[in-house]
């Protein structure tokens, strides 16, 4: 028997203005679109911004629908639109941000498992990492590559 250790690092930040402009700019769009979202159920309102390597930026907020699994999450939301109208362009970042009932989260919002594959599959895609800005009030969390996000995934390789 062998034992792997993962290590995954996170860079963190106390509060937006640390981050460089563009990146405010991004989050303050995720910001933006989570007021937006449609969440008349779960009242969990979440958004995300992608900016692509165009430097055009893409916003997107969760979906809901009276039968749950027909509603879609932000991210996806966000990363479809964009590959959707700009199918060529890789994604340079993506920042995500989630309100409940009490505002803003405390801790910063975490993407689902099936964002998470995707942001997977739009690695794989353009073989490029995606800078992902996860936001909280009581700071920021900025990983490097989806792989930090979902260690061991299946990705398209393991078709061949």
């Known amino acids: 028997m062998r034992i792997k250790e993962l290590k995954i690092l996170i860079q963190e930040y106390d509060r937006i203005e640390e981050l460089p402009d563009l990146e405010q700019k991004l989050l303050e769009k995720a910001r933006t679109a989570a007021e937006n979202a449609y969440a008349p159920y779960s009242h969990f309102n979440v958004g995300a911004a992608v900016l692509l390597e165009n430097g055009e930026i893409v916003a997107g907020n969760n979906q809901e629908n009276a039968d749950f699994t027909d ?90």
Do not use: W
């Open 71 to 160: 509603g879609l999450c932000a991210e996806r939301v966000a990363l479809f639109y964009a590959h959707a109208t700009y199918p060529g362009t890789a994604v340079k970042a993506i920042a995500i941000t989630a309100k409940n009932k009490n505002g803003f989260l405390e801790e910063p919002a975490q993407p689902c498992g099936s964002c998470r594959q995707v942001m997977v599959e739009t690695e794989f895609r353009f073989k490029k990492p995606i800078r992902i800005i996860l936001d909280g009030k009581n700071g920021i969390q900025v990983l490097n590559g989806a792989d930090s996000l979902l260690p061991l995934a299946f990705k398209p390789v393991a078709l061949d």
